[in-house]
C-alpha cells in the first residue's frame, strides 16, 4: 500500500519562503515520477511541478516558475518543493502525488496515490 505523506505547510509572509515534504512509502520510489498540486478554496485543482523518477528532469508551472523548486532524494523516498517568494496567491492546500509512470505529467489524472495535502497560507 502506498502512503504519501506532506510536511512543511504554515503560515507565512509574502515574500518569505518554505519547503514542503513528501514521504512515500510502500512501492518503489524511484521506479515514478512525482509531483506536487495545489487547490485554493473555491478553485479548481492545478499542477504546481513534477519530476522524473530520477530527478534528471523538471516542470513547473508558469505561475511558480523561478520562484517554486521540485526535487527529489531516492534513498529517503522523499520529494521536496522549495518555495520562495512566495505571494498571497500561492495560499491553498498542497498535495504531493505519484505519476503513474516515469513522470512530468501535469495533469491529475495521470496520478495515482495522493497525499493528504498540506496548508500554505501566504499573508500580504
Known amino acids: 500500500q502506498v502512503q504519501l505523506v506532506e510536511s512543511g505547510g504554515g503560515l507565512v509572509q509574502a515574500g518569505g519562503s518554505l519547503r514542503l515534504s513528501c514521504l512515500a512509502s510502500?512501492?518503489?520510489?524511484?521506479?515514478?515520477?512525482m509531483g506536487w498540486f495545489r487547490q485554493a478554496p473555491g478553485k479548481e485543482r492545478e499542477f504546481v511541478a513534477a519530476?522524473?523518477?530520477?530527478?534528471?528532469?523538471?516542470n513547473h508551472a508558469d505561475s511558480v516558475k523561478g520562484r517554486f523548486t521540485i526535487s527529489r532524494d531516492n534513498a529517503k523516498s522523499t520529494v521536496y518543493l522549495q518555495m520562495n517568494s512566495l505571494k498571497p496567491e500561492d495560499t491553498a492546500v498542497y498535495y504531493c502525488?505519484?505519476?503513474?509512470?516515469?513522470?512530468?505529467?501535469?495533469?491529475?489524472?495521470?496520478?495515482?496515490?495522493w497525499g493528504q495535502g498540506t496548508q500554505v497560507t501566504v499573508s500580504s
Open positions: 510502500g512501492g518503489t520510489f524511484s521506479n515514478y515520477g
Open positions: 519530476i522524473t523518477r530520477l530527478g534528471s528532469r523538471t
Open positions: 502525488a505519484r505519476d503513474r509512470t516515469v513522470g512530468l505529467h501535469t495533469r491529475g489524472a495521470d496520478y495515482d496515490y
